[in-house]
T-cell receptor
Framework: GAVVSQHPSWVICKSGTSVKIECRSLDFQATTMFWYRQFPKQSLMLMATSNEGSKATYEQGVEKDKFLINHASLTLSTLTVTSAHPEDSSFYIC???????????FGQGTRLTVV | KQEVTQIPAALSVPEGENLVLNCSFTDSAIYNLQWFRQDPGKGLTSLLLIQSSQREQTSGRLNASLDKSSGRSTLYIAASQPGDSATYLCAVDDTDKLIFGTGTRLQVFP
């Protein structure tokens, strides 16, 4: 398999602040990375797709100005939750694939709590 | 619009039982289907990946089948163990993204 590392695993922040989550593919180059959000007892919902060197594609209903995604290299993508609010509290998970439509490898997830 | 459904939503079985988890999807035009395991508060671990041209994949005590024409996949777990307790998710690769089912919460008790 392949390893995807996500950091931090959990974070607590104050309402109105920004939080950055990193997703790294440790032993392979990821052309495509995905960001998901999972609310309690619900399945994963795709937020956005990022391809290295280009702008992310956001799913309907996801605010691109609030959830900033950067995929500056083939091994790193970041998700920044700007001006976080309590309703942004959720479990965020990234995945990475060598190419589109190939096996996806997931990070460990980040538990975000906004107080 | 692709929809993925998993049945049952929860399952509790004694150790040693063989069990089947079901996944159905509405649009058969998929690239592949993956089964994942998610432990509470953790990320996902990929269990099996079945390409659209394949009918099944096996890994240890796990066997996954795919019937694309009927929009169904099953995950068979043989000789279940308490360590198998987790939520199992299936996801279909639909053109450019994974669509997840709602998962089956499995508990295997000693």
């Amino acid at each position: 398999g392949a390893v995807v590392s996500q950091h931090p695993s959990w974070v607590i922040c104050k309402s109105g602040t920004s939080v950055k989550i990193e997703c790294r593919s440790l032993d392979f180059q990821a052309t495509t990375m995905f960001w998901y959000r999972q609310f309690p007892k619900q399945s994963l919902m795709l937020m956005a797709t990022s391809n290295e060197g280009s702008k992310a594609t956001y799913e309907q209903g996801v605010e691109k100005d609030k959830f900033l995604i950067n995929h500056a290299s083939l091994t790193l993508s970041t998700l920044t939750v700007t001006s976080a609010h309590p309703e942004d509290s959720s479990f965020y998970i990234c995945s990475a694939s060598r190419q589109m439509n190939t096996e996806a490898f997931f990070g460990q997830g980040t538990r975000l709590t906004v107080v | 619009k692709q929809e993925v459904t998993q049945i049952p939503a929860a399952l509790s079985v004694p150790e040693g039982e063989n069990l089947v988890l079901n996944c159905s999807f509405t649009d058969s035009a998929i690239y592949n289907l993956q089964w994942f395991r998610q432990d509470p508060g953790k990320g996902l671990t990929s269990l099996l990946l079945i390409q659209s041209s394949q009918r099944e994949q096996t890994s240890g005590r796990l066997n996954a089948s795919l019937d694309k024409s009927s929009g169904r996949s099953t995950l068979y777990i043989a000789a279940s163990q308490p360590g198998d307790s987790a939520t199992y998710l299936c996801a279909v690769d639909d053109t450019d993204k994974l669509i997840f089912g709602t998962g089956t919460r499995l508990q295997v008790f000693p």
